[in-house]
């Protein structure tokens, strides 16, 4: 089973599956309807338009296509979720949701309940076993390197998915698709979250759960008031602009409390942090840390990976240490852990 997005990535993907010699499938998960959450239909991955664009490379190949409809688990793994994380005052990343709860989970449940060993994904990533262990790796073209987004895969997940793209580059992907005439060879890639195309959160969370945030105090480090902010969910950690408050020096997101209400501004040097604990973590390179190990660590997908030591503190509970201080560590976005290109574990930033 090959997951087409109607993009051009998954659509070289189906097509060097074919090449191998792999009977395929072609499926296309319906997530959502943008009607029904205020989305013009043309304006997301999700659009009738990428449906088609998706059926019409897997007929060119010669594959049988299904739409297979996740709308009510997307809703309550990712949509909710993401709500959820933003009204605790956090940063989630939905893509990770969405590759855990959807496409890893329920579209490779889909695959077996038909008897389909495989599933494949367009990702960027590779793929290896070693010692009878399966490894997540880095892709060869750094640029395009997706492997933070399937941190959260478990060794059954890696052992049934097929990511074809891993040794190829972005333009090594659209002469291939050129070559074999795709309709989407030269289509833009989705740059934003695919249920908030705009890029406006706040106005979307209020709308889909149908609460007001309100405003509440913009504090300093010392707890004094600096003036209102226009409601939590609007504030992101490391923010500059859209504060409104005037200071002598540059001010910008610290941190975030629901419980208070409250925004806390600093200045860019206190921004920056030398640890951060990462809960819910998933091991793939290994089961466990039996002492401190050396690392190197993302906190954000377009974060270089910097250099940290590794310590587990709880049975899912990690204690990352930065050689060097990070700026805007934020609660709620992944911590990814790589021992050069393989991806050793994943949790997700508590503090």
Same mark, same amino acid.
């Given at each position: 089973m090959v997951a087409l997005s109607g993009g051009v990535d998954s659509s070289v993907a189906a097509l060097l599956c074919k090449q191998s010699g792999y009977d395929c499938i072609g499926a296309t998960m319906k997530l959502f309807d943008n009607e029904d959450i205020g989305l013009p239909r043309e304006k997301s991955c999700c659009s009738l338009d990428d449906v088609e664009d998706a059926r019409s490379v897997a007929y060119a190949l010669g594959m049988p296509f299904y739409v297979m409809d996740f709308t009510a688990d997307f809703a309550a793994q990712v949509i909710d979720s993401f709500i959820a994380a933003y009204a605790?005052?956090?940063? /989630?990343? /939905?893509?990770?949701?969405?590759?855990?709860?959807?496409?890893?989970?329920?579209?490779?449940?889909?695959?077996?309940?038909?008897?389909? /060993?495989?599933?494949?994904?367009?990702?960027?990533?590779?793929?290896?076993?070693?010692?009878?262990?399966?490894?997540?790796?880095?892709? $060869?073209?750094?640029?395009?390197?997706?492997?933070? $987004?399937?941190?959260?895969?478990?060794?059954?997940?890696?052992?049934?998915?097929?990511?074809?793209?891993?040794?190829?580059?972005?333009?090594?992907?659209?002469?291939?698709?050129?070559?074999?005439?795709?309709?989407?060879?030269?289509?833009?890639?989705?740059?934003?979250?695919?249920?908030?195309?705009?890029?406006?959160?706040?106005?979307?969370?209020?709308?889909?759960?149908?609460?007001?945030?309100?405003?509440?105090?913009?504090?300093?480090?010392?707890?004094?008031?600096?003036?209102?902010?226009?409601?939590?969910?609007?504030?992101?950690?490391?923010?500059?602009?859209?504060l409104g408050i005037s200071a002598p020096s540059p001010l910008y997101v610290h941190s975030k409390c629901a419980k208070q209400n409250t925004v806390t501004l600093c200045e860019n040097d206190g921004l920056f942090s030398s640890v951060l604990y990462a809960a819910d973590f998933n091991f793939i390179a290994c089961d466990s840390f039996e002492q401190p190990t050396r690392l190197q660590a993302k906190i954000r997908y377009n974060h270089a990976a910097q250099p940290a030591t590794a310590e587990q503190i709880a049975a899912n509970t990690v204690r990352v240490t930065f050689d060097q201080p990070q700026r805007a560590i934020a609660p709620g976005q992944a911590c990814v852990l790589y021992d050069g290109d393989v991806v050793v574990g994943a949790g997700v930033i508590a503090c």
């Open positions: 605790r005052g956090e940063t /989630p990343n /939905p893509c990770i949701d969405c590759n855990r709860y959807l496409k890893f989970e329920k579209l490779l449940q889909r695959a077996q309940l038909m008897d389909i /060993p495989h599933l494949a994904t367009g990702h960027y990533a590779r793929i290896t076993q070693e010692n009878g262990r399966w490894l997540l790796r880095r892709a $060869v073209d750094d640029s395009k390197d997706q492997s933070y $987004v399937l941190a959260c895969m478990t060794q059954a997940q890696l052992a049934h998915t097929l990511l074809p793209l891993g040794g190829l580059c972005k333009s090594e992907i659209r002469d291939i698709a050129a070559e074999h005439g795709f309709i989407n060879a030269h289509k833009r890639d989705s740059q934003d979250i695919c249920f908030v195309p705009d890029g406006d959160y706040a106005t979307f969370i209020e709308q889909h759960s149908g609460q007001v945030y309100p405003p509440g105090d913009f504090c300093d480090l010392h707890g004094s008031v600096l003036g209102q902010h226009r409601g939590l969910i609007r504030y992101t950690v490391g923010q500059r602009k859209g």
